[in-house]
């Protein structure tokens, strides 16, 4: 498959398009590309492969990849709520970053592998950076004064928290990997509405040894863990959806509804109502440019507001 080169310039030199966005056009999506920056890209919802240097990699919520100039890549196989949130970063950005932190944060492991580093996040960190990624986006829309200092400390936060100078380290010591694969298989609807029968169950871990576990290394018990997921879930649904909130309840998991405003309120300090109509509005600000297209010289139309790679 032939890719096409994209440029910084179709996306940072115009002031209605910034350097985060989601990309959501399975289209868009499937063209293979390079391109003269950087990119990082976070899977937050769905499951698809990536083709990347003439190589597939499985990816699912919570793979966090780091894009060279030089990777060529595209999106294949992908669910129908397949959807990245991507960063364009320029290349004076990122070796400023690299002589910022100095000859031990060996930028070597970033750039010489013949596939693009990644990672994969547990359910708190997915959770965290998807915010900080949508207020970063928001910030471009309603605070552009503030938006470029926002961006680069997003940027530095990213490569120095979640690819950090030694990435064993990641894995040692901290949240085991069968607990990190747990927290996101959970995020699956089918597991998180079943609630702790499920967890406990694709854990394969006594009750004890689980719970033990989640306290220690996501500061949270089983019951917190499977609640706070529905919630997230539901939060999603009231801001995407009309359904009414008797059926977000209880497409969650929650057999109260009572107990499901109880939770939701105690997490988000509003009303499953109030939530709704506030992020309606934030929405709009959010997703506002969604009918805009433009043309890549050399490509097919891309949407730029689902947005252009």
């Known amino acids: 498959m032939k890719a096409i080169k994209l440029y910084s310039a179709s996306f940072l030199d115009y002031p209605d398009r910034g350097p985060a ?18 990119e990082i890209f976070l899977v937050d919802q769905g499951s698809g492969e990536h083709r ?25 196989a992908m669910t129908e709520n397949f959807r990245i949130i991507n960063i364009i970063i320029p290349e004076a950005l990122i070796s400023a970053l690299f002589d910022f932190l100095g000859g031990n944060y060996k930028k070597e492991q970033f750039l010489s592998p013949i596939l693009p580093p990644s990672t994969l996040l547990d359910f708190l ?8 990624l949508e207020q970063l986006i928001l910030y471009k829309k309603i605070m552009r004064a503030s938006s470029d200092v926002a961006y680069r400390i997003t940027i530095f936060n990213i490569m120095t928290k979640y690819f950090p100078m030694n990435r064993l380290d990641r894995n040692s010591g901290q949240i085991p990997r069968w607990l990190r694969w747990l927290s996101l298989e959970m995020l699956k609807n089918e597991n998180f509405k079943k609630g702790l029968p499920a967890l406990y169950n694709l854990s394969g871990k006594s009750r004890e040894h689980l719970a033990r576990s989640c306290k220690k290394h996501l500061g949270k018990t089983p019951s917190q863990l499977v609640n706070d997921i529905r919630l997230e879930h539901s939060a999603k649904l009231l801001t995407t959806t009309n359904i009414p909130i008797i059926e977000i309840s209880a497409e969650c998991g929650f057999e109260s509804l009572s107990y499901y405003y ?48």
Do not use: W
């Not at 966005?21 to 920056?37: E, G």
């Not at 240097?53 to 030089?70: D, E, K, M, V, Y």
């Open 21 to 38: 966005s989601y990309i959501i056009n399975k289209t868009q999506l499937r063209v293979c590309h390079n391109h003269d920056y950087y």
């Open 262 to 309: 109880h939770r939701f309120k105690e997490h988000y300090h509003l009303s499953p109502r109030e939530f709704r109509e506030k992020g309606k509005e934030d929405q709009v600000y959010l997703m506002g440019d969604l009918s805009v297209t433009a043309e890549i010289p050399g490509s097919i139309p891309l949407e730029v507001g689902k947005h252009n790679h």
């Open 52 to 76: 990347v240097n003439g190589c597939t990699q499985p990816i699912s919520a919570g793979f966090l990849c780091f894009i060279r100039p030089r990777d060529t890549h595209y999106y294949e």
């Open 125 to 132: 960190e997915l959770t965290g950076l998807i915010r900080e």
